[in-house]
Antibody
Framework: EVQLVESGGGSVQPGGSLRLSCAAS????????MHWVRQAPGKGLVWVSR????????NYADSVKGRFTISRDNAKSTLYLQMNNLRAEDTAVYYC????????????WGQGTLVTVSS | QSVLTQPPSVSAAPGQTVTISCSGS????????VSWYHQVPGTAPKLLIY???RRPSGTPDRFSGSKSGTSATLGITGLQTGDEADYYC???????????FGGGTKLTVL
C-alpha cells in the first residue's frame, strides 16, 4: 500500500525558515512526479509546487517562487520543500501528493503538516 | 481568487442527482485533462476522477466527469448523506506553467 507521511511543520516567526519532508513507501517513488499543495485554515486547496520524477524539472506558484525550493531524494524515497522568508499568508496545512493519474491527478496524498507563521 | 471557477455550494436530496461545474480557459481546462477531488473537512483530499472522466479503483460509478470546451462537470447520481464534502477540480495551466484548483464546492445532501 502506498503511504506518504509528511513531517517538519510547526510554528515559525515571519522571515523564518522550515523544511518539510514527505516520506514515501509502498511504490516506486522515482517513477512519479510529486506535488505540494497547501490549504489555509477554512480555505480551499492551493497548488504550491511540482517536481518531475528525476528531479530535473520544477515548477512553482508565483506566491512562493524565489522563497520555496522543492527537491527530492529518490534513494531515500523522500520529497522536500524548503521554505524560506516565510510570511503570515504561508500559514496552512501542507500536503504532498503523488501524480500517478495525469499531470494533476494526485492519487495518493499525505496526511498534511501544519505550518503556522506568526509573531 | 482561483483560476478555475466553481459554485461555492450545491445541495440536493438523497437519491437525487447533482452536478458541479468548473469553468476555466483555453490555457487550462480547454487543453488539459481535469481531475476532481473530494475532501471531508479535517482530512486529506481524495482523488475521485482523473483524465477528465476516468475513475480510480474505489470510486463508485455514481461519480462521473466530463468536459466541454473550457468547462468541466462532475456528476453525482443517487446522492447519499456520505457524499457531503467539499469538491475541487484541478488541472494544469499551460500559460502560467502551474497547477490550478477551483475554489471548491460544498455539497450538502438535505
Amino acid at each position: 500500500e502506498v503511504q506518504l507521511v509528511e513531517s517538519g511543520g510547526g510554528s515559525v516567526q515571519p522571515g523564518g525558515s522550515l523544511r518539510l519532508s514527505c516520506a514515501a513507501s509502498g511504490s516506486t517513488f522515482s517513477s512519479y512526479s510529486m506535488h505540494w499543495v497547501r490549504q489555509a485554515p477554512g480555505k480551499g486547496l492551493v497548488w504550491v509546487s511540482r517536481i518531475n520524477s528525476d528531479g530535473r524539472t520544477t515548477n512553482y506558484a508565483d506566491s512562493v517562487k524565489g522563497r520555496f525550493t522543492i527537491s527530492r531524494d529518490n534513494a531515500k524515497s523522500t520529497l522536500y520543500l524548503q521554505m524560506n522568508n516565510l510570511r503570515a499568508e504561508d500559514t496552512a496545512v501542507y500536503y504532498c501528493g503523488r501524480a500517478a493519474a495525469g499531470v494533476l491527478g494526485l492519487d495518493h496524498w499525505g496526511q498534511g503538516t501544519l505550518v503556522t507563521v506568526s509573531s | 481568487q482561483s483560476v478555475l471557477t466553481q459554485p461555492p455550494s450545491v445541495s440536493a436530496a438523497p437519491g437525487q442527482t447533482v452536478t458541479i461545474s468548473c469553468s476555466g480557459s483555453s490555457s487550462n481546462i480547454g487543453n488539459n485533462y481535469v481531475s476532481w477531488y473530494h475532501q471531508v473537512p479535517g482530512t486529506a483530499p481524495k482523488l475521485l476522477i482523473y483524465d477528465t472522466g476516468r475513475r480510480p479503483s474505489g470510486t463508485p460509478d455514481r461519480f462521473s466527469g466530463s468536459k466541454s470546451g473550457t468547462s468541466a462537470t462532475l456528476g453525482i447520481t443517487g446522492l447519499q448523506t456520505g457524499d457531503e464534502a467539499d469538491y475541487y477540480c484541478g488541472t494544469w495551466d499551460n500559460s502560467l506553467n502551474v497547477g490550478v484548483f477551483g475554489g471548491g464546492t460544498k455539497l450538502t445532501v438535505l
